[in-house]
């Protein structure tokens, strides 16, 4: 049996189920690949939101890093909540040394609001990790965290991801997931322009959205696409994902990342 491509995620662990490395394992799966992670920091959230969370030491994240890619070796890499300036820093200095395309997700707040990066690690975000994306792909609320620029409509993607590609990621992704209307994100690396729209569904049950976005893309890239076609087949993936994402708890619920797999 050949081995399915490899895919690694640096991200939190959410006790949940729904987000972060449990999230990004889920659809590295659902989609035919060997998912492997990096643990930065550990939650302990739920449906309601994030009671609490922990880092991990740079020298751990720096451990994992090693152990998978001087054996078993990468082929995308997924980078999320990574809490700190210091672990911003780690990692970035680790992608330095790796052609693997990385989508970069700046995770900055969860769906309830709750903080998951110190606002001290935002100038290392936008100085060290971002230059190191093949993919950066922020939602409005962190385009604003990151860049100061607010936007209200689908007509302000573009000055958003001008902003972002100011730091350097080769393509960004603006996820418009937060406006209303259609589910409508815009993918440009400053020359072409790919507009990615899905109708909105109507069901509170997203937490995770943006992470299985961002993983479903790594997979895809390590699958071989062009970065245009992983994100087009990502933007298909999380929205049948969404549409038929179920209550877990009193809150927020998961997004279903099996949808495409059947049940037992
Ligand atoms: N209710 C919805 N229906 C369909 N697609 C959605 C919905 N909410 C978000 N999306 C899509 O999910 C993806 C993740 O976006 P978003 O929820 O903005 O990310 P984040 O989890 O980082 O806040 C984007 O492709 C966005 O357009
Ligand atoms: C560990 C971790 N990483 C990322 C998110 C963001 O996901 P969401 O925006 O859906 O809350 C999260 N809640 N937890």
């Known amino acids: 049996m050949t081995a399915p491509p490899r895919v690694l995620t640096v991200a939190g662990s959410d006790s949940g189920g729904g987000a972060g490395i449990q999230a990004d394992l889920k659809t590295m799966l659902a989609l035919g690949t060997h998912g492997m992670s990096v643990v930065t920091a550990v939650t302990a959230q739920n449906?309601?939101?994030?009671?609490?969370?922990?880092?991990?030491?740079?020298?751990?994240?720096?451990?994992?890093?090693?152990?998978?890619?001087d054996d078993i070796g990468v082929r995308a890499v997924k980078t999320g909540m990574l809490?700190?300036?210091?672990?911003?820093?780690?990692?970035?200095?680790?992608?330095?040394?790796?052609?693997?395309?990385?989508?970069?997700?700046?995770?900055?707040?969860?769906?309830?609001?709750?903080?998951?990066?110190?606002?001290?690690a935002l100038d290392s975000v936008r100085t060290k990790l971002l230059p190191r994306a093949t993919v950066a792909t922020p939602n409005l609320d962190e385009v604003a965290q990151l860049t100061g620029v607010h936007v209200e409509s689908e007509d302000g993607l573009r000055r958003a991801a001008d902003a972002v590609l100011a730091y350097g990621p080769r393509w960004v992704l603006i996820k418009g997931g937060h406006l209303r209307g259609d589910a409508v994100d815009?993918?440009?690396?400053?020359?072409?322009?790919?507009?990615?729209?899905?109708?909105?569904?109507?069901?509170?049950?997203?937490?995770g959205t943006g992470c299985t976005l961002a993983s479903a893309i790594a997979a895809q890239l390590a699958k071989g696409q062009s970065v245009p076609e992983a994100v087009a087949a990502a933007k298909e993936y999380v929205t049948g994902a969404i549409a038929a994402g179920f209550a877990l708890g009193g809150g927020i619920g998961p997004v279903d990342h099996g949808w495409r797999l059947g049940g037992a």
């Not at 449906?47 to 890619?69: K, N």
């Not at 700190?84 to 330095?96: G, I, R």
Request: glycine share 8%; hydrophobic share 40%.
């Open 47 to 69: 449906s309601l939101g994030v009671q609490g969370f922990w880092e991990l030491p740079g020298e751990a994240v720096r451990a994992q890093y090693r152990s998978v890619v």
């Open 83 to 120: 809490a700190s300036a210091e672990l911003v820093e780690t990692v970035a200095e680790l992608l330095a040394g790796t052609d693997a395309p990385t989508v970069v997700d700046p995770v900055g707040v969860s769906k309830h609001g709750d903080s998951l990066l110190a606002a001290s």
């Open 186 to 207: 815009l993918l440009t690396d400053g020359s072409e322009e790919h507009v990615l729209r899905a109708p909105r569904h109507d069901n509170r049950h997203t937490h």
